[in-house]
C-alpha cells in the first residue's frame, strides 16, 4: 500500500520525473525539425501534405483522441466511482461509428484544410465560414481548458510543486513547448508527435494493465473483488453510484452519454485529421485503424481503473495532489516505483503536449484559412500571408490556453472534455450532417442551427451546477449561486435544439441556395473526383 | 471562392455535375451508400442508448454477478466494444466491395470528360 507524506509531496523523484519528461521533449523535437523541412504551402502547413498513410493517420487519431481525459480522467473516474467512469469509455468509443459511417470519407473527399471548407461548399461563404471559425474557436478553447487543467494536476503530483504559483509556472512551460511544436512542425510535426505519443501512451497502458492482471493471476474477477475489500463498497462494481442517486442525476447521465457519443465526429480537430491523408479511402482505413486503437485502449481504462482502486486505493486517490486526475500515475508508482511513475507521467505529459499541439493547429487554421483567407481577403491571400497569419494565430491561442489553464487548474479533467463534446455535437453536427445529406438545406438553417446550438449549450453551462453553488463548482463557492440550469452537461437540451433550429431556419428561408452547388457538392462527397492528392517534394 | 477546395491535377470546371447526380450510376451509389449507412448506424446508436438506459434505470438487473465479480453491466459494455469492431469490419467490407467499385467507376467519367458541359445527351447511359 502506498503512503504519502504531506499532500504537496510527490511520491517519486521529480529530479527523474523531469529527466525522462526532457528526453522525451528532446527526441521529439529533432522529429518535429526534420519533419518540418518541407513545410512550403498551406497544403504542407494544415494538412502535411495530404501524404500520411492510412495506418500512420489512424494513430495520429488515436494520439488526437485519447487526451488526458481519457488516460487520467477516466481511470480517476472508475478508481473513485466505480463502473459509471466506464461509461465514459463507451461513449467516447461507440462515437466513432458516426464518424466513420457518416462524416469521415465525404468530408475528406468535399474539403480542403477546414470544417468551414465543407460547411460552406454549397452555401453562402461570408457567414457561415464566419460562423464556422467561431464554433471551432469555441470547441477548442474548452478542450484546451481541459488539457491545460491537466497538466496542472498531473505537475502538482510529480514534481511536487503544491502551490498555485509554481503550478502557473509549469504550466507556462508546457503551453510554451506545445506552441514551438506548432510554429516549427505545422501539421506534419503535430502529426508525428501524436503517432510517438500513441504508441507510448498504449503500450504504457498495456504494460500496465497486463501487471494488474498478473498481480491477480490474470483473473480479473479476483481483481473486482480486491477493489471492492480496498474500496469497502461492494457498489463500485455496479452502475449508479455516481449517477444514480436521483432522478435528475439520471438523465444528467443520459444528457452525458447523448454528448459523447455525437460529440465526436464534430470536434473540429478530428474532423481535420481526415485532410492529411491522399484520399477518402485512407480516411476511411485511418478511422478503421484509430477505432481498434482507442477501442484497446479503453478495455485497458477498466483494468487499470479497478486496477488503481485495489492497489491504491479511493481513500488514498482523493487525497492526493491532483485528486483523481493522479489514478493512474500513483498505481504506476505502486506497480513500478519511481522509474514506472516517471515514465508514465511523461507519457501523460505526452499526451496533454500532443492534444494541445492539435487543437492549437486546428483553431490556427481555421482563423486563418476561414477568417484571413476567405472573408478577409476574400480567397485571394498573398502568397505565403495564410500560413504567416496561422504561425501568429498559434502564438495567441498559446498564451490563452496558457491563462486559461491557470484559471481551470484543479477541475475533473474527463468532466470538461465531456462540455466541448456537447459543445461541439450542439453547434457543429447538425450543420455537418444536413449539409451532406439533405438538399433543401440553406444557410439561415446553418446559422440558426451552428450560433444556436453554440449559444444554447455554452448559455447553459454557465447557468449550470459547474459553474456555480457549491464548493466544488468552478467559482468554488456556496455564496454565488446562478445554476438555475440544472443539469451539468447540458447535451440533452442543447444538441436537439440545435437539429430544430436547423431544419426551422432552412423551412422558414425563402431563399434557395445554388442547385448546382448542391449536385457537385453531393457528387464530390461520394466520389471523390479531383480530390486534393498528396503534394510530393 | 473558398472551394476551390479540389481543383487538382484535371480540371474540372466544366463537369456539369447536375448529370452527374441524374445518372443512373450515382443514383444507385447514392442509394446504395444510404441504405447501408443510416440503418446501421441508428441500429448502433439504439443499442447505445438502450446500454445507458439500462445503466441509469435497470441498475439491479445490471448489477447482476454472472462469473464470479464480474456483472451484466461489465458484459453489456464489452459487448458495445465488440460491435463497434464488428460493425467497423462490417463497413470496411462493404464499402471495399460496393461504394468503391461503383465511385471509381463515376469517378473515372468525370475525370475523362464524359460529363462535361453541353454534353447531356450522353449521359444517359
Not at chain 1, 164 to 173: K, L, N, P
Not at chain 2, 13 to 32: C, G, I, N
Request: aromatic residues 10%; proline residues 4%; contains cysteine.
Amino acid at each position: 500500500m502506498l503512503h504519502l507524506e504531506a499532500a504537496s509531496s510527490s511520491p517519486g523523484n521529480p529530479w527523474l520525473n523531469i529527466g525522462i519528461f526532457g528526453a522525451f521533449v528532446a527526441i521529439t523535437m529533432v522529429i518535429v525539425f526534420r519533419a518540418s523541412r518541407n513545410n512550403k504551402t498551406a497544403a504542407d502547413y494544415y494538412a502535411a501534405g495530404r501524404s500520411f498513410t492510412g495506418g500512420q493517420n489512424g494513430s495520429a487519431i488515436a494520439g488526437d483522441y485519447l487526451s488526458a481525459a481519457s488516460f487520467l480522467g477516466i481511470v480517476g473516474a472508475i478508481a473513485m466511482n466505480g463502473y459509471d467512469g466506464f461509461l465514459y469509455s463507451i461513449g467516447f468509443l461507440v462515437a466513432w461509428l458516426v464518424a466513420l459511417l457518416l462524416v469521415a470519407e465525404l468530408l475528406r473527399n468535399t474539403g480542403k484544410f477546414t470544417m468551414g471548407d465543407v460547411l460552406s461548399f454549397r452555401l453562402r461563404q461570408r457567414p457561415v465560414r464566419i460562423a464556422a471559425a467561431v464554433t471551432t474557436l469555441a470547441v477548442s478553447f474548452f478542450y484546451l481548458l481541459a488539457q491545460m487543467a491537466g497538466a496542472g494536476g498531473l505537475v502538482s503530483l510529480l514534481l511536487g510543486i503544491g502551490d498555485g504559483v509554481g503550478q502557473a509556472v509549469v504550466i507556462t512551460v508546457v503551453g510554451g513547448l506545445m506552441i514551438l511544436y506548432v510554429l516549427v512542425g505545422g501539421m506534419k510535426g503535430t502529426t508525428w508527435v501524436q503517432i510517438i505519443k500513441a504508441v507510448m501512451l498504449i503500450t504504457g497502458a498495456g504494460v500496465m494493465t497486463v501487471w494488474v492482471l498478473a498481480m491477480n493471476g490474470f483473473d480479473f474477477s479476483a481483481l473486482l473483488d480486491r477493489a471492492v475489500e480496498v474500496a469497502e463498497n461492494p457498489a463500485i462494481l455496479d452502475p449508479g453510484l455516481k449517477y444514480g442517486v436521483s432522478e435528475l442525476s439520471k438523465i444528467d447521465f443520459l444528457s452525458l452519454g447523448l454528448a459523447l457519443v455525437l460529440g465526436t465526429a464534430a470536434l473540429p480537430h478530428v474532423l481535420m485529421r481526415f485532410y492529411t491523408v491522399p484520399t477518402a479511402k485512407e480516411a476511411r482505413k485511418s478511422v478503421v485503424w484509430a477505432i481498434w486503437l482507442i477501442g484497446i485502449f479503453y478495455v485497458f481504462t477498466l483494468v487499470l481503473g479497478y486496477g488503481a482502486a485495489a492497489l491504491v486505493g479511493p481513500s488514498v486517490i482523493a487525497a492526493a495532489p491532483g485528486g483523481p486526475n493522479s489514478a493512474a500515475p500513483l498505481l504506476a508508482f505502486a506497480l513500478g516505483g519511481p522509474l514506472l511513475l516517471g515514465l508514465i507521467s511523461a507519457v501523460a505529459f505526452a499526451t496533454i503536449l500532443a492534444v494541445v499541439a492539435g487543437l492549437t493547429i486546428t483553431a490556427a487554421a481555421s482563423f486563418a484559412h476561414d477568417i484571413y483567407a476567405s472573408v478577409v481577403k476574400k480567397g485571394e491571400p498573398e502568397p505565403g500571408a495564410e500560413v504567416k497569419v496561422a504561425r501568429r494565430t498559434v502564438v495567441i491561442i498559446g498564451i490563452v490556453a496558457i491563462i486559461g489553464g491557470i484559471g481551470a487548474n484543479g477541475q475533473n479533467i474527463a468532466f470538461l472534455v465531456a462540455l466541448a463534446f456537447a459543445v461541439a455535437a450542439s453547434a457543429n453536427l447538425p450543420t455537418i450532417v444536413y449539409s451532406l445529406f439533405w438538399k433543401r438545406f440553406t444557410t439561415k438553417g446553418a446559422l440558426w442551427s451552428m450560433y444556436g446550438g453554440l449559444i444554447s449549450a455554452i448559455v447553459l453551462i454557465a447557468f449550470s451546477p459547474v459553474v456555480s453553488g457549491s464548493a466544488t463548482s468552478m467559482l468554488k463557492t456556496e455564496a454565488i449561486d446562478f445554476a438555475w440550469f440544472p443539469l451539468s452537461n447540458p447535451g440533452i437540451i442543447s444538441i436537439p435544439l440545435a437539429f430544430f433550429l436547423g431544419w426551422l431556419g432552412t423551412v422558414l428561408d425563402k431563399g434557395t441556395e445554388d442547385p448546382a452547388k448542391q449536385s457537385e457538392m453531393e457528387v464530390r462527397s461520394l466520389t471523390g473526383p479531383g480530390a486534393e492528392k498528396a503534394t510530393h517534394h | 471562392m473558398g472551394n476551390d477546395a479540389l481543383s487538382a491535377e484535371v480540371d474540372l470546371s466544366h463537369v456539369d455535375y447536375h448529370a452527374v447526380q441524374k445518372s443512373p450510376e450515382f443514383q444507385e451509389l447514392r442509394r446504395t451508400h444510404r441504405s447501408f449507412v443510416f440503418p446501421v448506424l441508428a441500429a448502433c446508436l439504439v443499442w447505445y442508448l438502450a446500454y445507458v438506459l439500462l445503466a441509469v434505470y435497470a441498475v439491479e438487473f445490471m448489477s447482476t454477478r454472472v462469473f464470479g465479480s464480474i456483472n451484466v453491466a461489465m458484459l453489456i459494455g464489452l459487448a458495445q466494444v465488440v460491435t463497434t469492431f464488428a460493425v467497423t469490419m462490417w463497413y470496411v467490407r462493404f464499402a471495399n466491395k460496393h461504394f468503391d467499385p461503383q465511385a471509381e467507376r463515376i469517378r473515372d467519367e468525370i475525370e475523362s470528360g464524359v460529363f462535361f458541359d453541353k454534353a447531356d445527351e450522353g449521359v444517359a447511359n
